[in-house]
């Protein structure tokens, strides 16, 4: 089977660190992915992690640790444009399709 | 680079009629998926084609739900007949190859309410 869970909502303040876990259980596991959507808008790619570790990307960081089953998105110096809804997904299989998760609620506070 | 094109961006039909989505993907994208987003959830994958090919259509509802890629470019997503659940932002996504690996391009979508 496959599931996904994250926090269905965080709050940080502008200029915080927030970290947003992702816990999977997906059966031929290949990799992590995270995904960004704003209110009304379409997801647009952050990152993806097949690889145990952490990858960086500007203010954006995605952790991975297979034999846990467990990943992060790691949001550095935040700003207001940043909240939004943050899902990960699994992806079953080199070729297979993305599974998301319910998503989490960022809100930046001023 | 132009994006997915999606149309039409918002749709209110009664239940029982039919209603028809299209999607342009980006240019030499070979792979594109169709999506259902219900309020408050992540994208679910409802079919996935590789050029005009299907490679995965398991979660979609064949009964009332089809979907085709003509010429493996533009690909059209119908409801026959629509149910009230059907209410949700239907995605079209198209991406280089298949797998995490590549970055999936999500379109607008197209808000169905379903009445």
């Known amino acids: 089977g496959q599931s996904l869970e994250q926090p269905s909502e965080v709050t940080a303040v502008e200029g915080a660190i927030v970290q947003i876990n992702c816990t999977y259980q997906?059966?031929?596991?290949?990799?992590l992915s995270w995904y960004q959507q704003h209110d009304g808008g379409a997801p647009t790619f952050l990152s993806y992690n097949a690889l145990d570790g952490l990858e960086e990307t500007g203010r954006f960081s995605s952790f991975l640790s297979r034999s846990d089953s467990y990943g992060y998105l790691l949001l550095q110096e935040l700003q207001m444009k940043d909240s939004a809804s943050y899902f990960c997904a699994t992806t079953k299989g080199s070729q297979g399709n993305l599974i998301f998760g319910k998503g989490t609620k960022l809100s930046v506070k001023p | 680079e132009a994006g997915v094109a999606q149309s039409p961006r918002y749709k209110i039909i009664e239940k029982r009629q039919s209603v028809a989505f299209w999607c342009n993907p980006i240019?030499?994208?070979?792979?594109l998926y169709w999506y259902q987003q219900i309020l408050g959830q992540g994208p679910k994958l409802l079919i996935q084609?590789?050029?005009?090919?299907?490679?995965?259509d398991s979660q979609l509802p064949k009964d009332r739900f089809s979907a085709e890629r003509l010429k493996g470019v533009d690909s059209t997503l119908k409801i026959q007949p629509a149910k009230l659940e059907d209410s949700a932002v239907y995605l079209c996504?198209?991406?280089?190859?298949?797998?995490?690996?590549?970055?999936?391009?999500f379109g607008p979508g197209t808000r169905l309410t379903v009445t």
């Open positions: 240019s030499g994208h070979a792979t």
């Open positions: 996504a198209s991406s280089l190859g298949a797998g995490g690996t590549y970055e999936q391009y």
């Open positions: 084609f590789q050029n005009n090919g299907v490679v995965d």
């Open positions: 997906t059966s031929g596991f290949y990799g």
